[in-house]
């Protein structure tokens, strides 16, 4: 069946680096969507890409979605301690419950 | 105030009994949804339902029950068929694309 899979699984960086997390996928995406989920919390939806090549932006994230629709990227510019938690994109195939990658973890110090 | 309400936060269980989580939502949302999460595993469905008295299974099934009597309650029941219960559950519900989660419950079978 599909994948979604994310990388890396974690990441550590120091306050105001920037920081990358990677969703790619075995066949054609649908939409995309990202969700965070702070550590003992939830996940909380932050976008839904769908376009080829669509660029969104919310302050210093920045999403993206493939030429192929087969991968997808959030970027964060000069990370903050209120940014950790993990990142989860979800391909949402219409007719069908989401299809998480397994996250990136990201853990940042000050 | 609207959301979905998971209950309890905190759930134990002696090997063997069967457990029901409860799960409700006044979003007024078709479709609700349960996954497991375990560390470093993502998000993995169990169960979804798109509409009252229908619902289907997800990727790990076995050892779990659903029903969907009401809109607004979507209960899991763990079995004592489930090898490894002791995970972190998540109830969701959506409308159009985007999903709501639950604060959810952190089962741990004794």
């Known amino acids: 069946g599909q994948q979604v899979m994310q990388i890396p699984q974690y990441q550590h960086v120091q306050e105001g680096e920037d920081f990358t997390t990677y969703c790619n996928s075995s066949?054609?995406?649908?939409?995309i969507q990202w969700y965070k989920q702070r550590p003992g919390g939830h996940p909380v939806f932050l976008i839904q890409l769908v376009k080829s090549g669509e660029v969104k932006k919310q302050k210093r994230l920045t999403f993206q979605f493939g030429e192929a629709k087969k991968n997808s990227s959030l970027h964060i510019t000069a990370t903050q301690t209120t940014d950790v938690g993990t990142y989860f994109c979800a391909d949402n195939q219409a007719g069908t419950a989401l299809i998480f990658g397994k996250g990136t973890t990201l853990s940042v110090s000050s | 105030d609207g959301g979905i309400t998971q209950s309890p936060k905190y759930l134990f269980r002696k090997e063997g009994q069967n457990v029901t989580l409860s799960c409700e939502q006044n979003?007024?949302?078709?479709?609700m949804y349960w996954y497991r999460q375990d560390p470093g595993q993502g998000l993995r469905l169990i169960y979804y339902s798109q509409i009252v008295n229908d619902f289907q299974k997800g990727d790990i099934a076995e050892g779990y029950s659903v029903s969907r009597e009401k809109k607004e309650s979507f209960p899991l029941t763990v079995t004592s068929a489930q090898k490894n219960p002791t995970a972190f559950y998540l109830c969701a519900s959506s409308r159009a694309d985007t999903q709501y989660f639950g604060p959810g419950t952190r089962l741990t079978v004794l």
């Open positions: 979003l007024n949302h078709d479709a």
């Open positions: 066949t054609t995406l649908s939409n």
